[in-house]
């Protein structure tokens, strides 16, 4: 799938292609471009090309085909150090033998700074990630979330118009990661850097990016804000990548504009969307998602789809109810209700009905 490439781009990838084997490619025809201050997540699964991505980017691997474009300027044959980008990485890459400060003033040393100059700009970064007062230590003495805020000083100290960052908050735990999640964002925007940020972790890409590039396979499968990844994704791969998602197999009956027909395995007809399927006696894995699906009757509108379900799981999670279902020979269908006065709880065993609007439906690739 291709970006189209803007006049205005300041990262771009033109049919890049990258193989460490000469047969087989891990990176295949890439074409991406980001404005000036996006921030873009690339998310995918081990070994769908999101890393290699970023390390072509940074320098560390080359393209074997095609050019990377910064801000206009062809930067292939530049080497790391002078393409004058910012990186973070998962286990900090701090120099354990310096202090904090010394560690952030070092990428200041190789631009040959003044010491005034360093010291500034060293406290302004320490002071931006919330560490002004531990200039003076070394990395072995911080917690992990305070030794990846350095990472980040360090990234940042050098005022680069490009960050990269590779899995950075992989080793820290929940609540810290969530913390650091909107710090970095905030920090982001607030600077207005362009910032690539590789995770495979999903939540971490919805909640923190103005794009995400979802990666399979060496492709970009979709390119898209986080809402209009989750709310509208354009194959099956992506609707169970992102998010979780209900799938049953069907066969395209009928296609007529923005509507089709599908028939389920146990011969139940149900409307859809057609977002991946172009004619009837087509296989199809329909996709809808579970906040989407209703079972109490007095709020079903009058226009959803009913099927008949057996009730094989009750699950109490606080906020939510989760509720796992046997629908159309299918065992693994989650619906999730919020947790109200009137919502019933149901026993393993029970036969209920259950309903969703067409339109929130989608008939995507088998």
């Known amino acids: 799938m291709a970006d189209t490439q ?3 781009a300041f990262v771009e990838f033109e049919r890049v292609q990258k193989s460490y084997d000469g047969e087989t490619l891990v990176v295949k025809d890439l074409n991406l471009s980001l404005p000036k201050g996006e921030f873009l997540t690339m998310l995918g699964p081990s ?20 050019e990377i474009k910064l801000d206009g300027r062809p930067i292939n044959n530049i080497p790391p150090h002078k393409r004058g980008i910012g990186m973070v990485f998962q286990n900090y890459a701090l120099f354990p033998h310096m202090t904090v400060a010394e560690n952030l003033a070092f990428p200041l040393e190789v631009r040959r700074m003044g010491k ?8 302004r970064a320490l002071d931006m990630v919330q560490m002004g007062e ?28 490009l960050v990269l960052m590779d899995e950075p908050l992989g080793a820290l735990d929940k609540q810290l990661r969530e913390h650091m999640q909107f710090e970095i964002t905030r920090i982001a ?19 923190m990016s103005d794009r995400v590039a979802v990666f399979n396979d060496g492709r970009i499968q979709q390119l898209a804000p986080p809402d209009q990844l989750y709310e509208s994704p354009q194959n099956s791969f992506v609707a169970q990548f992102i998010g979780e998602n209900n799938t049953l197999d069907g066969v395209v009956q009928e296609i007529r504009g923005d509507h089709c027909t599908v028939k389920l395995e146990d011969g139940s007809i149900i409307d859809a969307k057609p977002v991946n399927v172009s004619q009837p006696g087509e ?84």
């Open 6 to 8: 803007s006049a205005d």
């Open 47 to 66: 070994g769908s090309g999101k890393t290699t991505c970023l390390m072509m980017l940074a320098g560390f691997e080359t393209a074997t085909h095609g």
């Open 116 to 123: 005034s100059d360093r010291e500034a700009k060293v406290k």
């Open 134 to 161: 531990f200039g003076g230590r070394r990395p072995a003495q911080l917690s992990g979330g305070q030794q990846q805020r350095i990472a980040l000083a360090r990234a940042l100290v050098f005022e680069p118009e």
């Open 189 to 207: 925007h607030d600077l207005g850097i362009t910032t690539v940020y590789v995770t495979h972790d999903q939540t971490e890409a919805l909640t």
């Open 283 to 366: 296989k199809t894995l329909v996709s809808i998602r579970p906040e989407r699906v209703e079972m109490n009757r007095d709020r079903l509108n009058p226009d959803a789809h009913t099927l008949k379900a057996e009730v094989l799981e009750f699950i109490y999670m606080g906020d939510i109810f989760r509720t796992r279902l046997r629908v159309a020979g299918r065992e693994d269908f989650v619906i999730k209700t919020r947790n109200a006065p009137d919502q019933r709880r149901l026993k393993p065993g029970e036969q209920i009905e259950i309903g969703w609007m067409p339109e929130d439906c989608r008939a995507l690739d088998a």
